[in-house]
C-alpha cells in the first residue's frame, strides 16, 4: 500500500461520492473504485457501504481514516522539514573559535547576524586549542573556525577576513620599562633580557625577538589570552599580545604600550570547508563572506 492509496481513500471519506473524489484526484471513476476494493482486500476490512444513491464509512472506515489522516499529516510534515533543511534553514553549525575572535567581537558578531536570518539553525560554539583547529575542520568536528592568523592551513580550507589588528605590549603596571615608556613606543631592543609569556599566536613575539636581535630570557605559554595577562598582572612577565585587548580587557597591574617601528599586523580570519556540503554551513559561509573586515585602532602611547 502507498500514500497514493490513503489519498485516494481520505478523498473518498471526505467526499463520500466516488465521481466527485475521482475528479478531484484527476482519476477514473471505475479506477478509483478498483484501487479503493484493493485497499478492502489488503486490509481484509470493507471500508465503505455503497448503494446506488449513497456512499458511508464503516465503523473500521472511520477508524482507518483518522490514522489515515495522521499518517498524512507525518508525511507532509517529514516533506517541510525536508525543504527547509535542504535550504539550510534547519541543521546544525559547530564553531571553534580562539579567544582573538570574542575580545574583537567578531564570534558573536557572526552568530548574532546568522541568528537573526536562520533562527531555527543550531548553533553550537566553543573555544579551541588554536592549533588544533584546521585539523577539526577537516575532520568535520567543526564547520567554520575563527583563528588569529598566521596559522597552517590544509588545502582544502580556505579563509575569509573579518579582523585587521596589530600587535602591542602588554606590560605590569609596576615594571620600570612601563613608567619610562610612557607617552611614547617602546623599542624592541629595551625588551633584551625580559621574560616573555607566549599567548599561541607567537608571530608579534617572533616578530620583536628578531628585531631587538635577542632570544627571550625564558617563555611560559598558559594557555589562553587572559591567561597570558594574569600572568603579566602579576609581574611574572611581559607579551606581546593582539591590540584589541587594550580595548576590552583592563587588568589591575597591566598596561598597555605600542610597540616602535612598523605595526606587526595580525588578522583574525573565519576559516572553512573549500567544499562544504551542509546547507546550514553553506549559509553562513555566505553571510561570513560578505562580511567587511573591522579595523582596531592603534594603541596609543598614553
Avoid at 47 to 69: D, I
Avoid at 159 to 180: G, I, N, S, Y
Avoid at 185 to 190: E, F, G, I, S, Y
Avoid at 285 to 299: C, E, F, G, Q, T
Wanted: proline share 5%; with cysteine; hydrophobic share 50%.
Amino acid at each position: 500500500m502507498e500514500l497514493r492509496h490513503l489519498r485516494y481513500f481520505l478523498t473518498v471519506a471526505e467526499q463520500l461520492h466516488f465521481a466527485r473524489a475521482a475528479e478531484m484526484l484527476g482519476i477514473a471513476p471505475p479506477t478509483l473504485s478498483v484501487q479503493i476494493q484493493e485497499m478492502e482486500r489488503k486490509l481484509q476490512v470493507q471500508l465503505f457501504v455503497r448503494t446506488k444513491r449513497s456512499v458511508a464509512l464503516t465503523s473500521a472506515g472511520e477508524a482507518f481514516a483518522e490514522e489515515a489522516r495522521g499518517v498524512l499529516a507525518q508525511f507532509e510534515q517529514a516533506l517541510h522539514v525536508g525543504r527547509r533543511a535542504g535550504r539550510g534553514e534547519l541543521g546544525r553549525v559547530e564553531i571553534g573559535y580562539v579567544g582573538s575572535a570574542v575580545f574583537g567581537g567578531i564570534l558573536q558578531q557572526q552568530i548574532s547576524a546568522f541568528r537573526r536570518q536562520w533562527p531555527d539553525a543550531e548553533v553550537q560554539a566553543r573555544e579551541w586549542q588554536m592549533d588544533r583547529l584546521s585539523e577539526a575542520l577537516e575532520e568535520g568536528r567543526v564547520d567554520v573556525a575563527f583563528v588569529r592568523m598566521p596559522l597552517a592551513l590544509a588545502p582544502s580550507l580556505q579563509t575569509h577576513v573579518l579582523l585587521r589588528d596589530r600587535f602591542c605590549l602588554a606590560l605590569p603596571a609596576d615594571h620600570a620599562l612601563a613608567q619610562a615608556a610612557a607617552g611614547k613606543a617602546v623599542k624592541a631592543r629595551l625588551l633584551a633580557g625580559e621574560a616573555f609569556i607566549l599567548p599561541e599566536q607567537e608571530l608579534g613575539t617572533r616578530e620583536v625577538c628578531r628585531r631587538g636581535g635577542f632570544a627571550p630570557r625564558s617563555e611560559s605559554r598558559p594557555g589562553s589570552l587572559l591567561a597570558v595577562l594574569a600572568e603579566v598582572s602579576v609581574g611574572a612577565g611581559v607579551a606581546v599580545v593582539p591590540g584589541v585587548l587594550t580595548q576590552v580587557v583592563d587588568l589591575p597591574n597591566v598596561v598597555y604600550r605600542p610597540l616602535a617601528g612598523a605595526a606587526i599586523g595580525s588578522e583574525v580570519v573565519a576559516v572553512f570547508r573549500r567544499f562544504e556540503r551542509s546547507p546550514a554551513v553553506k549559509n553562513m559561509i555566505a553571510a561570513i563572506r560578505k562580511s567587511v573586515p573591522l579595523a582596531v585602532p592603534a594603541v596609543a602611547a598614553d
